[in-house]
């Protein structure tokens, strides 16, 4: 297997990035909307050959310090199974640090009786998540990190129906499990550590084959409060269907809210390239419509930081058609919260 591939579904399947794409009809999740279970959190099975799974956190805290931590099961062709972690600190006392680490599969193990995932003793996410559910994650590879965060509260999870959409031939499943939860704990940076508390997202995602096969571009969104919220995820086909979901309370109960378009300004937002103004989403189901800026990112993060070597770095870039970035914001929201927002696809 040739470096070019190797790379392009190693990033792409541990960073849930949805690079290229085919124009595939789109079949929504069937069922009523429901709560989140342990069962949805704990790792699925699925025959397909590269299927793979992702928990990602958001967590903005009350000092300016931003973590991002991704836990994942993937496949590499030429390599196999694989359990990979990672964890970005954004303005973690005015600088940004990066790490990534690949494992065998069986260092992985999930207790369903414990509602818990831990991965060989370093990196864990325990209880069922909600109040009392606890991030760790320590590593040593170009610097020491650290972060241990617990939820002191959390909105309920909701899924529509079976979280399952049929994309052509392959299946994406989403479930919104903390759409805004407050946090408190610990995080750290070569033995420097700190206090912090504010508030994290969690969601969790899999595919039954590799996310360039999915989508062309991805959007995350989380609110600053927990009346009236939205949070979710939205990605789009290259042909510009939208899967994913969000949710939304004002006051009156968390519902799940489906996407019906998306605008950049005054035009349908197809996802070809990062937004140049504010996105606007419309739902079903008389939820009002999110409108937030997105064109004056805070980060431009770069995948190219999480891999090692020249020559690593010039194939990926190869296999994806250009450098992958994650833009991260914070704008006002229609709603009248602040809006923390990602939104990951190719360079422009």
């Avoid at 793979?52 to 030429?78: H, K, M």
């Avoid at 965060?149 to 989403?174: H, I, L, M, R, Y």
């Avoid at 606007?280 to 980060?299: D, T």
């Avoid at 770069?302 to 704008?331: C, M, N, P, Q």
Wanted: aromatic share 14%; glycine share 12%.
């Amino acid at each position: 297997m040739s470096w070019v591939k190797k790379f392009s579904f190693l990033v792409s399947a541990v960073f849930g990035l949805t690079l290229t794409a085919h124009a595939e009809d789109v079949v929504g999740p069937k069922g009523a909307e429901r709560n989140l279970t342990v069962a949805d959190f704990m790792p699925h099975k699925n025959s397909a050959k590269e299927f793979n799974e992702t928990w990602s956190y958001q967590f903005v805290f009350d000092n300016g310090t931003r973590a991002f931590v991704n836990y994942a099961t993937l496949y590499i062709p030429g390599t196999g199974k694989k359990v990979a972690c990672d964890l970005n600190f954004w303005n973690f006392k005015g600088k940004s640090y990066t790490v990534g680490r690949q494992y065998p599969p069986e260092r992985l193990e999930a207790y369903k009786d414990k509602a818990t995932i831990d991965i060989k003793g370093e990196y864990a996410m325990e209880h069922k998540p909600g109040k009392g559910h606890r991030v760790y994650f320590t590593a040593d590879k170009g610097g020491k990190f650290f972060l241990d965060v617990t939820f002191e509260s959390a909105e309920q999870g909701k899924v529509p129906g079976d979280g399952v959409w049929q994309v052509g031939k392959n299946k994406f499943a989403q479930y919104v499990h903390i759409p805004y939860g407050r946090v408190s704990g610990r995080i750290g940076y070569e033995g420097d550590t700190i206090a912090v508390k504010g508030y994290a997202y969690m969601d969790q995602t899999w595919q039954t084959d590799q996310a360039t096969d999915i989508a062309a571009r991805s959007i995350n969104f989380s609110t600053s409060a927990k009346s009236p919220l939205f949070a979710g995820r939205i990605s789009l086909t290259e042909s510009g269907k939208l899967i994913g979901y969000a949710l939304y309370n004002n006051g009156e109960g968390v519902k799940v809210a489906m996407p019906t378009a998306i605008k950049d300004g005054d035009d349908t937002y197809k996802g070809k390239k990062f937004p140049k103004g504010s996105l606007s989403f419309e739902f079903n189901g008389g939820v009002p419509a999110l409108s937030f800026a997105a064109n004056k990112p805070l980060q431009k993060a770069s995948l190219l930081d999480k891999v090692d070597g020249w020559l690593a770095k010039k194939a990926f870039k190869i296999a994806a058609g250009g450098e992958v970035l994650f833009y991260r914001g914070r704008s006002d929201g229609s709603h009248g919260k602040k809006v923390d927002w990602t939104i990951t696809g190719v360079k422009d």
